[in-house]
């Protein structure tokens, strides 16, 4: 019995250490998802911005510091760039609490990733944009609401663009 548990338990760290095997259906949909264009809550963020009558761009490149630069939603006008952070890959502090196995790949990995963001909000604030981060999890609502604000008043947004910074 103990014997062919440990033999299990064996194999299993073995495969771990070999390669990041996806260990189910979500992760292996985030694994394909690392900052895909139209997500499901960027669609939802974007529909409720038309319907509030706000103008943007969507996917909007742009290329600062010498690196291309995607932005989900762009208020050129305002100079205002939203990204819609998935929680999993950014690290949102309520759900991006990295994955039990793979741990070795994954950690490195996704702090790349924020550390990633900072650089990109700060080559972007460098050519005079304002940044503005709202996760996946937050309701299309409150995330126009955030960005309406925004584009009232700049020190709303800069508090936000420094929201990954802060939590470092
Ligand atoms: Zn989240």
Same mark, same amino acid.
């Given at each position: 019995?103990t014997?062919? /548990?440990?033999?299990?338990?064996l194999? /299993?760290?073995h495969?771990?250490?070999?390669?990041?095997?996806?260990?189910?259906a979500?992760a292996?949909?985030v694994?394909?998802g690392n900052r895909?264009a139209?997500?499901?809550?960027e669609?939802?963020?974007?529909s409720?911005?038309?319907?509030?009558?706000l103008r943007?761009?969507?996917?909007?490149?742009?290329s600062?510091g010498?690196r291309?630069?995607?932005?989900?939603v762009?208020?050129?006008?305002?100079?205002?760039a939203?990204f819609?952070?998935?929680c999993?890959w950014?690290?949102?502090?309520?759900?991006?609490?990295?994955?039990n196995s793979?741990?070795?790949?994954w950690?490195p990995?996704?702090r790349r990733?924020a550390?990633?963001?900072g650089?990109?909000?700060?080559?972007?604030r460098?050519?005079g944009?304002r940044?503005?981060r709202v996760?996946?999890h937050?309701?299309?609502?409150?995330?126009a609401?955030?960005?309406?604000?925004a584009?009232?008043g700049?020190?709303?947004?800069?508090?936000?663009?420094?929201?990954l910074?802060?939590?470092?």
């Amino acid at each position: 019995m103990t014997r062919g /548990r440990s033999r299990r338990y064996l194999r /299993r760290v073995h495969r771990s250490v070999q390669y990041p095997e996806p260990t189910n259906a979500s992760a292996t949909r985030v694994m394909l998802g690392n900052r895909k264009a139209d997500t499901k809550p960027e669609l939802r963020l974007r529909s409720e911005l038309h319907r509030r009558g706000l103008r943007f761009r969507k996917n909007f490149a742009t290329s600062a510091g010498g690196r291309r630069i995607v932005v989900d939603v762009v208020f050129p006008r305002h100079r205002l760039a939203v990204f819609v952070d998935g929680c999993f890959w950014h690290m949102c502090p309520e759900h991006g609490t990295s994955p039990n196995s793979n741990r070795w790949y994954w950690t490195p990995k996704l702090r790349r990733n924020a550390e990633r963001d900072g650089e990109v909000d700060e080559l972007l604030r460098a050519i005079g944009w304002r940044v503005l981060r709202v996760w996946e999890h937050t309701c299309a609502s409150s995330a126009a609401g955030e960005i309406e604000a925004a584009l009232r008043g700049p020190n709303h947004a800069m508090r936000h663009a420094d929201r990954l910074v802060d939590a470092s």
